[in-house]
Nanobody, 125 residues
Framework: QVLLVESGGGSVQTGGSLRLSCATS????????MGWFRQAPGKDREFVAA????????YYAPSVKGRFTISGDNAKITVFLQMNSLKPEDTAVYYC??????????????????WGQGTQVTVSS
């Protein structure tokens, strides 16, 4: 069992930055693909970013590429999502997720095995 706890959400203005953290239950994420998803009201949950192979590979949704950066700490028990140049359309609940196995299907939420409780990000214009 893997426990994931997100933190770092909040309210910012357009152009601002936030850094989300996902603390794992002490396990390293070297054996998992770690992902960030988000869900806005009335919309499906969508892929934001993922990190695999202990940080050797990263993946981003086109809408956030160049603005968001996913990373892990040296102990590999916390995953971060640095979000810069935030836009109102980034407003959503952000979820951390962990996927066992190889980095296949990482863009689909149904492929992930463990989820955090979510943290709200609100960007005002």
């Amino acid at each position: 069992q893997v426990l994931l706890v997100e933190s770092g959400g909040g309210s910012v203005q357009t152009g601002g930055s936030l850094r989300l953290s996902c603390a794992t239950s002490g396990r390293t994420f070297s054996s998992y693909v770690m992902g960030w998803f988000r869900q806005a009201p009335g919309k499906d949950r969508e892929f934001v970013a993922a990190i695999a192979r202990s940080g050797a590979s990263t993946y981003y949704a086109p809408s956030v590429k160049g603005r968001f950066t996913i990373s892990g700490d040296n102990a590999k028990i916390t995953v971060f999502l640095q979000m810069n140049s935030l836009k109102p359309e980034d407003t959503a609940v952000y979820y951390c997720a962990a996927k066992r196995g190889p980095a296949y299907g990482i863009y689909s939420s149904s492929e992930y095995d463990y989820w955090g409780q979510g943290t709200q990000v609100t960007v005002s214009s």
